[in-house]
């Protein structure tokens, strides 16, 4: 089990797309792998719990996240070993734990705890509340944006991670995310 949450290791550069739901954070990993012309890792708990929702009309649960964290660090790996000198990661193993503890009372997984601290990444990028909140089946706190944005921020400050907010237009925050993605690499 271990092995499946454990990052290679890789020449290329790792940015992260972090933050609260419904940030914007697939559309402008998108965006910014686009502009760099490389590869962008996609966020496997869309996939892994709408499955879920489809099948069987649930929402996230503590038993999905170990599944949901092996299928991303499976997604990033495959990625990181065809890319050449950046990856951009519309999500990873911290976020997953970040939100294990924010929504089932600061409970995570230590094995996830273990890994999401050991992974490494060269650039953060945090989104911010400022954009509308948008339903879908998945989504399920509009009216905490606030508090989880502080939470999330927190998690970034307390382990000392590099990071930079991303906020205002689409075209704002995608050109925010070009200069402090250019500053590392």
């Not at 990856?87 to 600061?106: A, H, P, Q, R, W």
């Not at 939470?151 to 689409?170: A, D, H, Q, S, Y």
Request: charged share 30%; with cysteine; glycine share 4%.
């Amino acid at each position: 089990m271990e092995e499946k949450l454990k990052q290679i290791k890789s020449s290329c550069k790792k940015v992260v797309l972090y933050g609260p739901e419904s940030t914007g954070k697939t559309t402008l990993s998108i965006e910014l792998a686009k502009h760099f012309k490389t590869n962008w890792v996609p966020e496997y708990a869309r996939e892994y719990l709408q499955n879920v929702w489809d099948n069987e009309k649930r929402i996230c649960e503590p038993k999905d996240i170990l599944p949901i964290a092996i299928g991303q660090m499976k997604l990033e790996n495959e990625l990181a070993i065809i890319s050449k000198s950046l990856l951009i990661c519309d999500t990873n193993l911290f976020e997953t734990m970040v939100y294990s503890k924010y929504y089932y009372g600061g409970n995570c997984d230590p094995l996830l705890e273990k890994y999401a601290s050991k992974n490494d990444y060269d650039l953060y990028l945090l989104t911010d509340i400022d954009i509308p909140w948008e339903k879908d089946d998945l989504r399920d706190k509009p009216n905490e944006r606030k508090e989880s944005f502080e939470i999330f921020k927190n998690e970034l400050v307390k382990n000392n991670l590099p990071f930079e907010v991303i906020n205002g237009t689409r075209i704002e925050r995608l050109k925010k995310a070009i200069n402090y993605t250019n500053k590392i690499i």
